[in-house]
């Protein structure tokens, strides 16, 4: 299984960006698809997920309303839509899979990771 993530970028405060996650080596039929994020100096942090199957998504709260968590089954990717970002959002961004049932915001809780893809927003 890996993961690509792409589209991070610099964008000003209040900008968007969009952030894809393409998927291949299986079908991701009843896995979980997640976005992480890690700011310098801070942890791993969950942003948001996604059921493959029924699509299903969870966020965490500082990003509701702003980002939206999609994926396309038919091409295997998962994006994750940005919108009024702000400079707290900066961080580099990492899609992931999680193989076990039910949702989880644990990042110990997926087993495949992409490599991160940086999000610079300026105030």
């Known amino acids: 299984v890996q993961l690509q993530a792409s589209g991070g970028g610099l964008v000003q405060a209040g900008g968007s960006l969009r952030l894809s996650c393409a998927a291949s080596?299986?079908?991701?039929?009843?896995?979980?698809m997640g976005w992480f994020r890690q700011a310098p100096g801070k942890e791993r942090e969950f942003v948001a997920a996604i059921e493959w199957t029924g699509g299903t998504t969870y966020y965490t709260e500082s990003v509701k309303g702003r980002f939206t968590i999609s994926r396309d089954t038919a091409k295997n990717t998962v994006s994750l839509q940005m919108n009024s970002l702000k400079p707290e959002d900066t961080a580099v961004y990492y899609c992931a899979a999680r193989t076990r049932p039910y949702y989880s915001a644990d990042p110990r809780g997926y087993a495949y990771w992409g490599q991160g893809t940086l999000v610079t927003v300026s105030s």
């Open positions: 080596g299986r079908t991701f039929s009843g896995y979980r």
